[in-house]
């Protein structure tokens, strides 16, 4: 038997299903197949296989070490009790349903992995696998479901710039017409991709930082709603150097200014129903749905370990920047960390929905949303008490009042963050053992690489990164 041809044993159902799948790739001119995971500090790591390997794929999974789970943005190591050794081996598993033929990349396919150990069980790092039983756990629970997406921001820099140095490809003004004529034949090319592929853009326009420009997706479940965070980010990329062009999704490119968000957007339904609209609690909220925000709320330092958790995202987690750095929440208010978007009367039924604001492309989305959940699940199993909103800028407040109000500053630094998230038992758990470990132990020793550096020197550091 050669390796190309249908494997015995291992999944049977998705062997024969990969093996059909294969031949029309084939048909389609499609040489190979992206395998694609996001690790513990942000970076999408790939494996690649033959179109006619798929079978092999599906069927035994693809071999990869357990070690990436402990690599920093810089490729060096970090360890814990039980990762960061050079010993064990994974499979990397294609989702078939996920399958997507990359209309930016001729002769390519891509499809998110589950990651199993070899002996068949999910492996405890998989970030996959972890929002996936989260989600599962709310249904089962709480009778809960998710509708979630993720925005895309990216600084489009001159392919053609010296060095690292990041030179905006575009000169117009924050959202203005010029800057979207400059970037006209690329945007049309990305849109165009992007609806080849399936993904349903709601919005894309030029952004306020230099060069920078941002897409708002429809939402899906929590899992695909990662999947295509990962599917954007990779189409954007490629259409992008097409056209001679280099992007960036760090946090920050710059050591001051504006930097780029990942901001999330969530609601819960039950039955059909959207928990954040057409209740009696604030602005159409069910009790149930201002308990879940409670939930987010009273968890957002310990959060964003997961939500910021790059040395460069303490250059965009600025006051007076539009990145939440507050314990705050408001309607429609663009400083609070959360922000309740209620929609256009009339489609606030399916349009209402909570964003959480300090959250950015250096996070691990599937984290991000795993741990986002379980935090808004405490709060609505508790029936945690929403506080009371605020308007404008939290920046603003008299201290004394912000205090009285429970109004304060999130971590200023990536270690700030570790100690809180070390301290919060909901979001350990959440994550596992292993997984909670390699969090701390991976921010900890993006920390330290960095240390002695100053603004501009960490914007350098990861500008390419992501």
């Known amino acids: 038997m050669s390796d190309s041809d249908p494997v015995p044993g291992g999944r049977p159902g998705e062997v024969e299903r990969a093996t059909a799948l294969s031949g029309e790739l084939t048909g389609q001119g499609v ?6 995971y996001v690790d513990t500090a942000g970076i999408t ?14 069927a035994w999974g693809v071999g990869m070490s357990p070690v990436f789970d402990t ?49 068949g069980a999910p492996h405890p790092a998989c970030g996959r696998t972890v929002l996936r039983r989260t989600a599962a756990g709310a249904a089962e629970r709480h009778g809960v479901t998710f509708r979630a997406a993720v925005e895309i921001e990216w600084a489009v820099g001159r392919g053609d710039a010296d060095g690292d140095a990041f030179v905006p490809a575009v000169s117009g003004p924050a959202y203005g017409a010029a800057r ?20 349903d853009v709601e919005q894309f326009h030029p952004e306020y930082a230099a060069g920078q420009f941002e897409i708002s997706v429809g939402a899906l479940d929590p899992v695909t709603a990662a999947d295509h965070s990962v599917l954007v980010r990779q189409t954007i990329r490629a259409v992008s150097r097409r056209h001679g062009l280099r992007v960036s ?5 710059l050591g001051q200014g504006v930097g780029n968000g990942g901001h999330l957007h969530l609601s819960a339904w039950r039955g059909g129903t959207n928990l954040h609209a057409g209740g009696a609690g604030r602005y159409g909220m069910t009790p149930e749905a201002e308990s879940f925000v409670a939930g987010v709320l009273g968890r957002l330092p310990a959060l964003t370990a997961m939500t910021a958790p790059s040395p460069a995202s303490r250059l965009r987690l600025r006051p007076s920047q539009w990145a ?25 039924d399916r ?27 405490d709060g609505l199993a508790s029936s945690a008490p929403l506080p009371e909103e605020i308007t404008g800028d939290p920046a603003l407040l008299d201290p004394a009042d912000a205090a009285a109000r429970g109004v304060r500053r999130l971590p200023v630094t990536l270690a700030e963050s570790v100690a809180a998230f070390r301290a919060d038992e909901v979001l350990r758990t959440a994550l596992g053992p292993v997984l909670a470990d390699a969090v701390v132990a991976v921010r900890l020793g993006e920390a330290g690489a960095v240390e002695g550096l100053d603004d501009e020197g960490v914007a350098a550091a990861y500008r390419w990164k992501y």
């Open 351 to 377: 349009a209402a929905n909570l964003e959480v604001k300090p959250v950015d492309l250096a996070a691990n989305p599937y984290l991000a949303l795993a741990s986002v959940i379980a935090a808004g699940l």
């Open 31 to 36: 040489h190979g197949v992206v395998l694609a």
């Open 324 to 348: 939440g750095v507050f314990t705050a929440w408001g309607r429609e208010t663009r400083e609070a960390a959360l922000r309740i978007v209620t929609g256009t009367a009339g489609i606030r």
């Open 45 to 58: 790591r790939v494996k690649t296989v033959p179109t006619a390997k798929l079978a092999s794929a599906s």
């Open 71 to 119: 690599f920093l943005a810089d490729d060096s190591i970090v360890t814990t009790d039980v990762l960061g050794s050079p010993d064990g081996d994974l499979r990397l598993y294609p989702d078939l349903d996920r399958l997507t033929v990359l209309a930016a990349q001729p002769g390519w396919a891509w499809a998110p992995v589950d990651r199993i150990t070899q002996e």
């Open 180 to 199: 979207q004529i400059e970037l006209s034949d690329c945007a049309a090319d990305l849109l165009a991709a992007l609806a080849a592929q399936g993904v």
């Open 249 to 253: 999704f760090a946090p920050a490119v």
